[in-house]
């Protein structure tokens, strides 16, 4: 198990019905649920107040490495942003949503790295081709394990092209637990 990951169930209930354990259709079919019940919350680099000010979001710039070397770091939480760090809320990272990149077609490849004190563990990773319109925006939905609140996060990428900046916001539900 990773730093700050847990294996509780959605609410720390088993679902009812259908085989009601982990990855069964009951309990897949519970998450689902609450998931499309509940609003999703999107960060960037600044902390917005009302959904009023969702347009001065502020995306978080990563710069890409290139071959085997990713390039640095970049925290996305310091552990008290999401639900202001609280050790009794989980959260789920499931999508990134890429508002730009400076290169047209190039391979990114991007890690989310998560710690509840100082040592990085890796959480998730995955692949982003930039098709060329440097305005476009698309989201890429993630399964990772739930992490509490009070976690830091990091992103970091590597690319076919040394430098290369690509930009994303952050999307999460977060869970009483």
């Known amino acids: 198990m990773a730093i700050g990951v847990s294996n509780l169930d ?3 209930q088993v679902s009812k019905g259908l085989n009601s354990k982990r ?3 009951g309990y897949m079919i519970a998450e ?4 499309n019940r509940n609003n999703q919350q999107w960060y960037g680099k600044n902390s917005i107040t009302s959904l009023l000010d969702r347009e001065s979001l502020v995306p978080f710039e990563v710069t890409s490495g290139i071959d085997n070397n990713y390039g640095e770091m970049v925290q996305i939480s310091d552990g008290t ?3 202001l760090g609280s050790i009794t809320k989980m959260f789920d990272l499931t999508r ?7 290169t047209k ?3 990114y490849k991007l ?5 509840d004190n100082y040592t990085p563990t890796l959480l998730g ?6 098709k060329g319109n440097t305005d476009e925006v698309n989201s890429v939905t993630l399964e990772l394990n739930k992490i509490y609140c009070n976690n830091k996060l990091w992103v970091r990428s590597k690319s076919e092209k040394d430098n290369a900046k690509i930009n994303l916001f952050i999307g999460v539900y977060t869970y009483e637990i």
Do not use: H, P, V
Request: a negative charge; proline letters at 0%; glycine letters at 0%.
């Open 105 to 107: 077609d190039n391979i």
């Open 23 to 25: 990855d069964s259709l």
């Open 81 to 83: 942003e999401i639900e």
């Open 10 to 12: 959605l609410d720390n």
């Open 111 to 115: 890690q989310i790295l998560c710690s």
């Open 32 to 35: 689902s649920t609450y998931r």
């Open 125 to 130: 990773e995955f692949m982003y081709k930039f």
């Open 96 to 102: 990134i949503m890429i508002s730009s990149a400076d």
